[in-house]
C-alpha cells in the first residue's frame, strides 16, 4: 500500500499528517508513505526528521491587501501555480500512490486536484471547525472529506460527501493514562488546584499579560494554587521582566512552574483543574481528551477567524469560557478565574463536557475511510 500525504505551512496541516501516516503503519506495518510539502516551509525540516521521504512542491499563497510588496509576492505565486500541476503530476507518477491524503495548507490544492484528475482514491482532513479556503475548494473534487467537528459541514460544498472522524492527539493524551494526582506528583507540585496557562511556542502576548496579573493577584491574596505557565519565544522580552517587576521569582515558588516551552503538555494538561489557551484544533481536541475545564481565548489573528470557530464548539457545549481577545483584560480574566475555582462543581461540569464531545475512536474511524477507498488496505 502506498501512500501520498500533501499538507504543510504549519504544525496545525503538519502533525494530522504525522498522525495519520501512523494511524496507516498500525494498521499496515508494510505501508509505504511519501509527503508532498513546499520546501521552504516547517514540513521540509518535520516529515523527513519524522523518518518519511519528501518531495517538495513550490507553491505559495496569494495575497489580498494590494502593496507593491505583494503584488511581488503575487506574481511569484501565479508562476508557482503556473507550473504546479506538472510537479504534481510527475510526483504522482513516479510514486504511484494507491491513495492521496491532503491536511490543508496551499500545497494540498495541486497534489490532490492532479489525483483526482488522474482517478487515484482521494481524501482530505480538515482541522478546524471553519475550514481553510484549500479545503473548502477540494471539498467537491475528493472522494471523502474527513471533519474533525460537524459545525465545518455547513461551511463545505453542498455536494462534499463528509464523515465525522475527529482529530487525532498526540500519544500520551489519553484521560485513563495519568490521573490527576499522578501528573501533579510528577511534576513536584502539591495536591493544591492547578491552572496551567499558555499560549502556543511562539507566545500570546495577551495571554501572557494576563497570565501576570493573574499571578499578581494569587500572590496578593495568597491564594493557594499551583499555576504552570508556558510563555513562548516571544515572551522572554515582556513576561520575564514583567514577573521581576512584580516581585514573582518561579525559582523560589514550589506552587509556580514558568518555562519558555512546555515539552510535556500531556503532564502538564493532566495535572491541570483548569487551563487557560488559544483554541488552535489540537488544543481543542487534547482538552476534549483530557477532559480539561478551559477558558479560551481564541486569536484574532488566524484566518477566518477559525479559532474563535473551534472555541464555540466547546463554548456552546458549555464545556469552557470563551473570551474574544477584543474583550480581554486582566480585571476580566481574573474575575472568571475567580468565579471557577471557587465553584469546583463548575469546573467538573465544564471538564465533563468537554470529555463527551471528544471523539474516542478516531484511528479507526480515519482507517475505515482509508479502507473503503483502497482494497489493498484491508489485507
Known sequence: ????????????????????????????????????GTPNGMEAKLIPEA??????????????????KNIARNA??????????????????????DIV???????????????VQMKIPTVIHEQNAFPGITNRLLSKKVDTVMLT??????????????????????KGFAAERLSRAEAKKKLGLDDKLCIFSFGGSLGAGAINKCAAALMEWEKENDFPVNHIHGFGKMGHETFLPRLAELGIDPDTNPNLIVKEYINNMDVCTAAADLIISRSGASTISELQAMGRASVLIPS????????????MVLGRAGAAVVIEEKDLTDELLIEKVKE????????????????????????????????KLVPSANS
Do not use: C, W
Open 300 to 311: 484574532p489573528n488566524v484566518t477566518a477567524n477559525h479559532q474563535f470557530h473551534n472555541a
Open 149 to 170: 467537528v460537524e459545525e465545518a459541514v455547513q461551511h463545505l460544498d453542498p455536494a462534499a460527501k463528509y464523515v465525522i472522524t475527529g482529530l487525532p492527539v498526540r
Open 1 to 36: 500500500m502506498k501512500v501520498l500525504l500533501a499538507g504543510g505551512g504549519t504544525g496545525g496541516h503538519i502533525n494530522p499528517a504525522l498522525a495519520i501516516a501512523s494511524i496507516i503503519k498500525q494498521h499496515n506495518p508494510d505501508a509505504e508513505f511519501l509527503f508532498a
Open 76 to 97: 511569484r505565486a501565479a508562476a508557482y501555480l503556473s507550473v504546479s500541476g506538472i510537479r504534481s503530476h510527475k510526483i504522482i507518477e513516479d510514486f504511484k500512490p
Open 340 to 371: 471557577l475555582i471557587h465553584d469546583p462543581a463548575r469546573l467538573d461540569v465544564l471538564a465533563k463536557r468537554a470529555a463527551e464531545t471528544y471523539v474516542k475512536d478516531t484511528p479507526d474511524r480515519i482507517y475505515s475511510v482509508i479502507k
Open 101 to 115: 491524503i491532503g491536511t490543508g495548507g496551499y500545497v494540498s490544492y495541486p497534489i490532490l486536484s492532479k489525483a
Open 51 to 68: 523518518g518519511y521521504d519528501f518531495a517538495p512542491i513550490k507553491i505559495s499563497g496569494f495575497q489580498r491587501k494590494i502593496t507593491a
